[in-house]
């Protein structure tokens, strides 16, 4: 099976090296274990077969999202070069209506510029036309 090549946006680069310097520095169990479940999720899942992910609605077609735990990842795939961009990776609190936020975070996101994609701005424009 051909695995997907992935790659970080600059978002997810420094989630993840955050993740990995307190995991580094001994800063607990929980940073070391969030650090084997990103390594995990992203080599055994989002590598393996990206389209697992839940696939967002518009303004944010073309972008996939999957929650393990506290870990959420949103990314991009690319099937052409068989890439995988990963957007952005956030710890966040466990909650019931967890993937019923999936639209507020990604909107919160979108907001803050931290989806490195060009095409949000263009959604970005057609929402405020609207």
């Known amino acids: 099976m051909n695995h997907y090549k992935v790659k970080l946006a600059a978002p997810a680069a420094r989630a993840y090296e955050q993740i990995h ?12 274990t969030l650090l084997l479940l990103i390594d995990r999720i992203i080599n055994e899942v989002i590598s393996a077969n990206p389209t697992a992910g839940s696939k967002l609605c518009s303004p944010f077609d073309g972008i996939y999202w999957i929650s393990e735990g506290t870990l959420q990842f949103f990314y991009e795939i690319h099937a052409r070069s068989m890439t995988v961009t990963l957007l952005t990776i956030l710890d ?14 990604c909107t919160e996101m979108l907001m803050s510029g931290a989806f490195p994609t060009s095409h949000f701005k263009v959604a970005m424009r057609r929402a405020a036309a609207n």
Do not use: M, S, W
């Open 92 to 105: 966040t609190p466990l909650r019931r209506d967890h993937a019923e936020q999936v639209d507020v975070i």
């Open 21 to 32: 310097v307190l995991a580094a520095v001994g800063k607990g169990n929980r940073n070391n």
